[in-house]
Each structure stands twice: as C-alpha cells, then as structure tokens.
Nanobody
Framework: QVQLVESGGGLVQAGGSLRLSCAAS????????MGWFRQVPGKERDFVAA????????DYGDSVKGRFTISRDNAKNTVYLQMNSLKPEDTAVYYC?????????????????WGQGTQVTVSS
C-alpha cells in the first residue's frame, strides 16, 4: 500500500513557475515508477510526465515537453514536477500516481495508487 500526498499547487501568472511535490508513505517508494497527470472538470485525466524507479528514464506529454521536468528523490520518498513557462491551458488539478509497470507510463489505468490532487491555476 502506498499513500501519496501532493502539494505545491496555487495561483500563478502566465510565464511563471511552480514546483509540485508528491510525498509517498512506506519504505518501498523506489519500487514504483511515478507519474503526474492532470484533469480539467468535464475532461479526461491526461498524462503529463513519468519517471522510472531509479529516475534514469523520464517521459513527457507533448504539451509540456521542454517546459516541465519530473524528478525524484528516493531517499525522501518524493517525486517533483517543476513547471516553467506556465500557460493558462496548464490550469488543472494535478495528480501524482504510482505504478510497478513503467512500460505503459502514459496510461492512467496502469497506475495503482493516486494522490488527492492539487489545484494549479494559471492566470493570463
């Protein structure tokens, strides 16, 4: 069992930056690949970024490539999402998630555990 708690969301102007954190409980954090997804009301939950268990592999959704960076600190049981050059269309609730299967990192049904989400709002 893994419990995930996101933090770091908030209101920011377009062009600004935010760093999201996701703290995981338990001593097996390094056994899980981690992902970030986002969701706007009435729409599907979309893939944002993923990182492998060791941190050696990362992948990004097309809309955030070059602007967002995912990282992890296994000693602190935490995964991060650094978001730069934010746009109004990045406004969403951001969720972190954990999976033992990195091969389908983009697929939300592949993830076993989810956090409660943190709101990110980008004003124009």
């Amino acid at each position: 069992q893994v419990q995930l708690v996101e933090s770091g969301g908030g209101l920011v102007q377009a062009g600004g930056s935010l760093r999201l954190s996701c703290a995981a409980s338990g001593r097996t954090f390094s056994s899980y690949a981690m992902g970030w997804f986002r969701q706007v009301p009435g729409k599907e939950r979309d893939f944002v970024a993923a990182i492998s268990r060791s941190g050696g592999n990362t992948d990004y959704g097309d809309s955030v490539k070059g602007r967002f960076t995912i990282s992890r600190d296994n000693a602190k049981n935490t995964v991060y999402l650094q978001m730069n050059s934010l746009k109004p269309e990045d406004t969403a609730v951001y969720y972190c998630a954990a999976t033992t299967r990195y091969s389908r990192y983009y697929d939300k049904t592949n993830y076993d555990y989810w956090g409660q989400g943190t709101q990110v709002t980008v004003s124009s």
